[in-house]
């Protein structure tokens, strides 16, 4: 992820940089989706844990 916000992705041959823009875009939208689900996630264990006994 942290290479998808950057706009690069490892085929495991090393990073490279994603020239195409569109593909650019979809993979950077396609992480901040990731991040955002995982807060959500985060937030609401939190929420749980705090909540229940």
Known sequence: MRLA???LRDLNDGPERIEDGGELAA???QARGVLR???LATVLMSAAALVLP
């Open 5 to 7: 916000s950057r706009g």
């Open 27 to 29: 993979v950077r939208a």
């Open 37 to 39: 689900r995982s807060l």
